[in-house]
């Protein structure tokens, strides 16, 4: 194997390992995104723990895909659709009914997360039940 074979070589793998080693690490303020992923529905009563740091941190979601979204907060608890077809994530924040198999809770905390025409996020709320 030639010089130039051998360089080339060496300059491919450097390459390819910068090119996957640039995955983004995702964070959201002091939020522990592990533990808010692996609380589905707030079943866990994780996510109460943290809805201080969510709300102090719901500005940075702005403008995210939905693909990020998923990567940093995990599957939505519900996604709905408001009266003009645009896309809603509903994650919710505390533990209610909705664990137990009932009907949709009306008293659990949640967020909310609009997204505009082309799939970002354009507002993010907290309430009390389902929008």
Excluded: W
């Amino acid at each position: 194997m030639g010089l130039i074979n051998k360089v080339s070589l060496g300059l491919i793998i450097i390459c390819s390992v910068t090119i996957f080693s640039c995955t983004q690490e995702q964070h959201l303020g002091q939020v522990d995104l592990e533990a808010f992923k692996s609380d589905r529905g707030g079943c866990k009563n994780l996510r109460e723990k943290d809805i201080a740091n969510i709300e102090d941190a719901k500005d940075s979601l702005l403008g995210k895909s939905e693909n990020d979204i998923i990567a940093i907060l995990g599957r939505y608890d519900v996604q709905a659709l408001d009266s003009r077809q645009k896309k809603i994530f509903i994650y919710y924040l505390e533990k209610s009914n909705q664990c137990e198999g009932l009907p949709a809770p009306e008293k659990a905390r949640t967020m909310i997360l609009r997204f505009n025409a082309v799939s970002l996020v354009n507002e993010v709320n907290f309430q009390i039940g389902l929008p």
